[in-house]
Nanobody, 115 residues
Framework: QVQLVESGGGLVQAGGSLRLSCAVS????????MAWYRQAPGKQRELVAS???????NYADSVKGRFTISRDNAKNTMYLQMNSLKPEDTAVYYC?????????WGQGTQVTVSS
């Protein structure tokens, strides 16, 4: 059983920054792709950003230029640096990792951006 634990969410004013962390209970070195998703109230869960073990990244258009996804293999942790936050970024943020045929999710961390 693999566990993913998010942290770093909170309340921030528009224009502010937060860094989310996703700690994984096993080595992430060989996990091909990891991702951050978010779900706002009344909306479907959406992909925010993803990265591969080879360093390729992908971002939703709404966060390009503001968010940065990264990994620290030594710490088995994935990050999402969020800058220039907007009220529309308010959501529960989840990390995701497909491993050996299973898709694992964290419990989510709330991000609230006030105007």
């Amino acid at each position: 059983q693999v566990q993913l634990v998010e942290s770093g969410g909170g309340l921030v004013q528009a224009g502010g920054s937060l860094r989310l962390s996703c700690a994984v209970s096993r080595s992430i070195f060989s996990i091909n792709i990891m991702a951050w998703y978010r779900q706002a109230p009344g909306k479907q869960r959406e992909l925010v950003a993803s990265n591969t073990s080879g360093g390729r990244t992908n971002y939703a258009d709404s966060v390009k230029g503001r968010f940065t996804i990264s990994r620290d293999n030594a710490k088995n942790t994935m990050y999402l640096q969020m800058n220039s936050l907007k009220p529309e970024d308010t959501a529960v943020y989840y990390c995701n990792a497909p491993i050996a045929g299973w898709t694992y999710w964290g419990q989510g961390t709330q991000v609230t951006v006030s105007s």
